[in-house]
């Protein structure tokens, strides 16, 4: 008999012999499965996460903050600064014939997470009458627009899942104030679901920021005129700030904040796949032994070590594949699309849902058939040494 018939049946001996082993080979199964569902679920909270993110820039839409802030939090504009703005190359025209430029504040204020009950921190933004013009994506679900000059809120779709208290209708309490619901507005999959809008006159007046603001939305007439529009705000002395497109300004947010995700799920997943690895060996080391006799006989009757080698391994391999697609059907089937929160760059939860994908599942069905590989490995190689006199 060839080496290829002698390896294909020595394959297809220890994949019908697994029942017999069942507990063990099921326990290294469930072992496998948990690795790889943990290490996916961290991947889909970071894509996600960064898919939120980058899903909330347009190209045709610059940013412009304070020269060297890396956030609208830390960042400062004058009423001056923001008349200039509105005056340089390309920048397209509002409804009532002047620039479409937003001039907006970011807050920080509390509110109660409905998953533990605790306080977290949410973004209160204060926009203008072009803060809606300037995010073609929003749309109000329910309710109205808040009226100007008033203590009225809107409040995103994914915020309002993830916190409590912001139903139509209710009243909520920041600072000294209170505030009314009037409106939901939903833009999915992006960053400003998870955001309070209010009128920004009013939460300049209430929050003591006088005629500041921190942030600057200006819409172009076209992506084109990004370059332009940059080396105007750059080279202006009167200005002193940076203009970036929004696509540009969400996905270094998203950089940083992914791979910090990235940091503890990987980690955390190799530190569970070290246990899932000795399950492996345990039960690859019993099979070997429980099958001594077996082995023996074949090296007996003329099968060479290297179809033992190969069938112990590929033991291994069928019983991680198995893990890997156990583990991926119970992270898919419990974590994909899951709303979530984190926090973001700008020290404000963050709403969004996880999201797998083919190279995220790819990447913990190749971590799992590692782990078999090496847990076949050591095994397959006892069962090629194995004297046939002896163990007969």
Do not use: H
């Not at 109205?144 to 912001?166: D, K």
């Not at 190749?366 to 004297?387: D, E, T």
């Amino acid at each position: 008999m060839s080496l290829l018939n002698q390896t294909g049946s020595v394959i297809l001996m220890n994949i019908r012999s697994i029942p017999q082993r069942l507990w063990m080979s099921l326990a290294t199964v469930v072992s496998i499965a948990l690795v790889v569902a943990v290490l996916l679920g961290f991947l889909a909270l970071a894509n996600g996460f960064s898919q939120t993110l980058k899903g909330s820039g347009s190209s045709d839409v610059a940013i412009v903050l304070r020269d060297g802030s890396q956030s609208e939090i830390n960042s400062t504009l004058t009423r001056e600064q923001i008349v200039l703005l509105g005056q340089g190359p390309g920048v397209r025209a509002a409804a009532d014939g002047g620039p479409l430029v937003s001039a907006e504040l970011l807050l920080i204020v509390d509110g109660i997470k409905r998953s533990t009950g605790t306080k977290a921190n949410m973004p209160l933004r204060g926009i203008g009458p072009n803060g809606l013009a300037v995010r073609q994506q929003v749309r109000l679900k329910e309710g109205r627009m808040f009226a100007p000059g008033s203590n009225e809120i809107v409040v995103g779709a994914g915020l309002l899942r993830e916190f409590s208290g912001f139903e139509m209708g209710k009243t909520v309490r920041f600072g000294a104030q209170t505030w009314r619901v009037v409106g939901v507005f939903e833009a999915p999959g992006t960053v400003f679901e998870s955001e309070l809008w209010a009128d920004a006159p009013v939460v300049q007046s209430l929050f003591n920021r006088g005629s500041s603001f921190q942030t600057a939305r200006v819409a172009l007439t076209s992506p084109a005129q990004l370059d332009a529009y940059t080396a105007y705000v750059g080279s202006d002395p009167r200005l002193q700030l940076q203009a970036q497109s929004e696509q540009t300004y969400f996905a270094a947010q998203a950089e940083r904040s992914g791979l910090l995700i990235r940091y503890v799920g990987w980690p955390l997943g190799v530190i569970m796949s070290i246990g899932a690895l000795a399950g492996a060996l345990n039960t690859m080391y019993a099979s070997v032994s429980a099958r001594a006799t077996e082995i023996a006989t074949l090296r007996v009757i003329g099968f060479s070590g290297f179809s033992a080698f190969m069938g112990t391994m590929c033991e291994a391999l069928v019983l991680s594949t198995v893990g890997a697609l156990l583990g991926t059907a119970v992270c898919g089937l419990l974590f994909n699309g899951l709303s979530a929160s984190t926090l973001g760059a700008g020290f404000t939860q963050v709403a969004f849902r996880l999201q797998m994908g083919p190279e995220l599942v790819l990447q913990a069905v190749v971590l799992a058939l590692v782990i078999g590989f090496v847990g076949g490995m050591l095994p397959g190689i006892r069962a090629a040494r194995q004297r046939p006199l002896l163990a007969l």
